[in-house]
T-cell receptor, first 116, second 113 residues
Framework: GAGVSQTPSNKVTEKGKYVELRCDPI?????LYWYRQSLGQGPEFLIY????????DSGLPNDRFFAVRPEGSVSTLKIQRTERGDSAVYLC??????????????FGAGSRLTVL | AQSVTQLDSQVPVFEEAPVELRCNYS??????LFWYVQYPNQGLQLLLK??????LVESINGFEAEFNKSQTSFHLRKPSVHISDTAEYFC???????????FGTGTKLQVIP
């Protein structure tokens, strides 16, 4: 697509529920990143994929968080047993090939998660 | 490990005055440096980047930043700000290649008419 698409744009859920957030990157972009942005903070790295594999998942806060990218395009961030502290805007970004251009991230509009 | 420090959380400045938003980084490897901007109710977008070559980089809307390796800084400047520059600005660093990009906590620029 023309840009990075994230759905849903807003998600309100109850503590303890399971949530899935979807990201559709720019067509042809091989690398896909997930970040979390809490109020008043900068984007916090969670995980990034190179193709289908998770190249770096060091930012996932605990084992309740998991992400997949089975066909190397769309990615889903999955959060189990949600907690109120998970409330944030979840940002997805993608980047294309080219050594110098590899880190230029194009962000989606984000998915705002509110856990009640 | 890499990190970014943006010491100023908010910077108020009068319209047409100059502004400098400070950014210092730490990295154990060679770096790529970025400034991203988030306008009210919009997503993050790239403002400018330093990848290699000239240490002074410019954006299309008059901002510039200079990579200073000895001071590990990448401060953002504009000689004359406009109301439309009101936004939150994030400095970011990466070690290159397909590596994670680490962001600072952001600086809110408030342009006062």
């Amino acid at each position: 697509g023309a840009g990075v698409s994230q759905t849903p744009s807003n998600k309100v859920t109850e503590k303890g529920k399971y949530v899935e957030l979807r990201c559709d990157p720019i067509s042809g972009h091989t690398a896909l990143y997930w970040y979390r942005q809490s109020l008043g903070q900068g984007p916090e790295f969670l995980i990034y994929f190179q193709g289908t594999g998770a190249a770096d998942d060091s930012g996932l806060p605990n084992d309740r968080f998991f992400a997949v990218r089975p066909e190397g395009s769309v990615s889903t961030l999955k959060i189990q047993r949600t907690e109120r502290g998970d409330s944030a805007v979840y940002l997805c970004a993608s980047t294309g090939q080219g050594a110098l251009g590899a880190n230029v991230l194009t962000f989606g509009a984000g998915s705002r998660l509110t856990v009640l | 490990a890499q990190s970014v420090t943006q010491l100023d959380s908010q910077v108020p400045v009068f319209e047409e005055a100059p502004v400098e938003l400070r950014c210092n980084y730490s990295s154990s490897v060679s770096v790529y440096l970025f400034w991203y901007v988030q306008y009210p109710n919009q997503g993050l977008q790239l403002l400018l980047k330093y990848l290699s070559g000239s240490t002074l980089v410019e954006s299309i809307n008059g901002f510039e930043a200079e990579f200073n390796k000895s001071q590990t800084s990448f401060h953002l400047r504009k000689p004359s700000v406009h109301i439309s520059d009101t936004a939150e600005y994030f400095c970011a660093v990466s070690g290159g290649g397909y590596q994670k990009v680490t962001f600072g906590t952001g600086t809110k620029l408030q342009v006062i008419p």
